[in-house]
Each structure stands twice: as structure tokens, then as C-alpha cells.
């Protein structure tokens, strides 16, 4: 009898790391078009068994039904641990449920109101470093949203010595950092050394360290009775409901290290794309600038309060669609618990399951348009019901961002700031090209130039 011809893996192998290459170094250009109305895409490898779901019914199942079933993916969290340690963003089960406890309540009701003075202040120091002509916007933005962590979280700004060095050692961070490592791929036995870059595990330790300073610091400052009101002493000194526990010193550092990722990284990523969004839509702009300027009493006035947000309805959905077209984590990836079946075909234990927000927020079979920037589809109530199928930037379910509501506020204010006093134009030469770093980012930067507009919103 004749056997059957083995399966020949290579070309599998030479096409997967071919596109691995591709989407460090283009997002769009390393997607084929059919992913963006495929209900389903699977990898099987003899390293790797991988399956992006791409239907609602399929994503909800994973990130909310049965979320349990499908913890964050240790492989993924092997890049992430000499910076993040055992934070909430890659712990699964009783410990990530406790984190949750001790953190969700810093989020809630009232606080981001109380945060939104510091936010306001970061938003007013991102104002006096502009200056007319070309600019790079994810320079900008990074800053900005580095100062807004640091001012809500320990109430100190960016020009803070240790909070200075803190920024500048996560840029070196996130330029240094793979998005994918051998170790996210390969199962590797523990004593196999990781293979993350030098630089990037040097730029980790650092920023621990000087987390570490400031967590120690904070804690003194608790005990003294002299600590500010700000996110970092409300965490601190929120205790486990169920064991009356609070966070370590230890513990404590891996949380700030997320925060501040999640928080810096994510929220300038948002920004930038939103800004050359803007720009290259000039009438569209005109049209937010009119709105933004609710803000002129504020610019050289008393500061607003937090209701002004609620003036800003078409700068809101501009954001909205910015992170639609551009989410800052592109990809999620969870891993099957046990055994499972997705259209007919069986997951075994340990397979990759990806939910990919950059596949759903452009998904064909979801979204008319799916590829183009139109912010007033979320002025229709059709469009409003389908975000509830493919509109997952904060992810969902119980793994949701909890600070969703925090970088709603901040991407809208900063927003109607900058519109509120400048006129955005983009450069048809320089378009930029999205890469996936540990953000989308572009490749070569976003350059705008900015041109005073008169009080009236005119140019």
C-alpha cells in the first residue's frame, strides 16, 4: 500500500515568517484583503497552532460568554514580563480577578472627574509647547500622554526629574521591544534563556527601578498622612473586599508599569492617528474646530470643568473613528484552556485564538466603508449597534480596559484643545505607514504643520 506524502511545512514556515516581517513593517500591506471578511483564519505549524476569529458571535464568545476558558496567551506574556512582572494585564484567573478588585475602583464614578483637573493641566502644557510650522505628532502626543499618567497618577508633571527619565526610558523601551518574540512563538522550556534584545531588557530593569523609587516613596507619603488624592495612593490604599489585602511594593510596580504603558503608549498612538485624520480632511476639520470652540473662554481663562466634555459630540466621534481605523493594540491573543470547536473545526488545548480589533474595527461584513474615515457614521443609529458587534479598541467582557472611559476623556480634550487654536494640514508626500510595535505606530512618524486660527476657528 502506498503511504500518503508527508506534509511538507516548509513553505507554511518561509509565507508565516514572510508575513511576520510584513506586519512589523506595514499593517495594511501584511494583511490580504480576504481577512477583512474571512469569518475565521487558522495556522496550523508543527511549532504552532494559531485561529483569528473574526465574527461577532466568535469574539463574543471568547471575550465575554466564556472568557475563562480563554486566558490571556502565556506565550504573549513572556515578551512582556521583564517590563510588566505579574501586572493585571497578564495575569489570568484568581490572581487577575483580585488585581481587578483592588484597581477598578480608582476608575469609577467620580474619580475621573476628579482626575480631570491634572488631565486639564497636561492639556494646557501640551498647548505651550506648539509652535507654527511642521511638526512629528507622535513625538508630540507621546509626550502629552506621558504628562497626563504622570500628573493623575502621582501628581507630579513630566518635567519631574525621575518622571523625565521614566518617559525617556520607555521610548528607548518601545523602540527596542519586538511586537513578536521567539518566546510569544516557540513554547520554550524554562531554562532556555528568552531572547528578548539586550537593550530592551536593560530599558526594563531601568524603568522598574525608578518605579520602584516612586512606589516607595508614595508609600512613606500614605503612612505619613501626607499623600495627594491621585490614582497612585487611591490603588494603594484600596484593599482586596475579600481579604482585606493591599498591593505590595513589588506588586504595586508591576501595576504602575502597566498603567503607564497602557496609558502612555495607547492613548498617544490614538492621538496621533486622530490628528492626521484631521488634516487630511479639511472641511470635516472646520466643522470640529467650530465646535472646539466652546474651549476659547478656557485658553488664557479659568480652567473648565469636567461637563465641558459633553460640548465636544463630533470631536468624540472623530476619536471614535481614529480608533476604529487605527486601534493602538491590534491584536489580542488568548489561548484555548481545553478543548474547543469554532466552525467545525477543532482548537486543541494551548492553540493561539487572536481577536484582532484592527480586523474587526475595518471588517467588510460589519461596516459600510469598512476602510474609509467617515466620523459621522456614529451619528446613526445603524452604526451605534454595529460598534456592539466590531468596535472592540478597549477589548470587552470582563478584560476590558478599565481605563476606557479616562482615554475617551483625554483623546477628546486634547483634541478640542489643539482645534480649538490651530489649523492642521498634512503632507501628501508623507503618508504615513502604520507599523505594529508595541502600538501601531508609523513608520517614518506623522508629520503636520500647524497654522494659528483666528478666535473664530478661521484660518
Known sequence: MTRPPMPDHRADRVAFWRHVLMFRRDILSAQPAKLYRAKMAEMRLPFLHSVMVNTPDLVRLVLQERAGDFPKSGRVAEGLRPLLGKSVFVTNGATWARQ?????????????????????????AMAARLTQGWAEVEALTSHAAADVIFRTLF?????????SEVYQSF??????????????????????????????????????????????????AIAAGTAPDDLATKIMTTSDPDTGAVFETDEMVDQVAIFFLAGHETSASALAWALYLIATHPDWQDRLAAEAQALAPHLDGPAPDFGILRQFPLIRDTFREALRLYPPVPMMVREAAKPESFRNRPIAPGAQVIVSPWHMGRNETIWPDPHAFRPERWQEDESRARARDGYIPFSAGPRVCPGAGFAMAEGVLMLARILAQWRLRADPARVPVPQAHMTVRARDGIWLEFALRDTQGAA
Open 171 to 220: 521610548r528607548a523601551h518601545q523602540r527596542a521591544a519586538p511586537i513578536l518574540n521567539l518566546a510569544a512563538i516557540v513554547p520554550l522550556p524554562r531554562w532556555v534563556p528568552r531572547p528578548m534584545p539586550r537593550a530592551a531588557r536593560l530599558t526594563a530593569k531601568r524603568i522598574r527601578a525608578l518605579i520602584t523609587g516612586m512606589t516607595e516613596a508614595r508609600a512613606v
Open 155 to 163: 501628581s507630579v508633571p513630566i518635567e519631574d526629574a525621575t518622571a
Open 100 to 124: 481587578r478588585r483592588m484597581i477598578d475602583p480608582a476608575f469609577e464614578g467620580g474619580r475621573l472627574r476628579d482626575t480631570f483637573p491634572a488631565m486639564w493641566d497636561a492639556t494646557q
